[in-house]
């Protein structure tokens, strides 16, 4: 059964959204070890925003890390759980943000 909107999937091939290759991206989630329930950005605030799920029972508490693409790291301000965080770094151009598996929510903040 189809679940989607009236002409969504004329939408898709002939209004498709290219702005995700130039926005701010996440990828390389250590996935199925943790999952992201959420992950968007938002142009008007300039911030990424991202939610991960506890993941597998057995790797909780574990490191993890993920990177985020299209964003100049120099001006960048992470914030996990609220709080400000210097656990990031630049890998080839990207920021790779460094977490423990387990419940949390990202704010990449990108404003020059």
């Not at 498709?16 to 008007?44: H, M, R, W």
């Not at 790291?73 to 598996?101: F, H, M, Q, Y």
Request: aromatic fraction near 8%.
């Amino acid at each position: 059964a189809e679940a989607i909107s009236p002409d969504a999937m004329w939408r898709i091939y002939n209004q498709p959204n290219l702005k995700k290759f130039i926005e701010p991206t996440v990828y390389g989630v250590d996935f199925p070890t943790v999952c992201l329930s959420q992950a968007y950005y938002d142009a008007d605030k300039k911030c990424l925003v991202m939610a991960m799920d506890k993941g597998l029972p057995a790797a909780s508490g574990q490191p993890t890390s993920f990177r985020v693409t299209n964003v100049d790291p120099n001006v960048c301000r992470v914030k996990i759980d609220g709080e400000v965080s210097e656990d990031w770094r630049i890998v080839d151009g990207d920021l790779e943000i460094t977490a423990t598996v387990g419940e949390h929510t990202f704010l990449i903040d990108v404003r020059n």
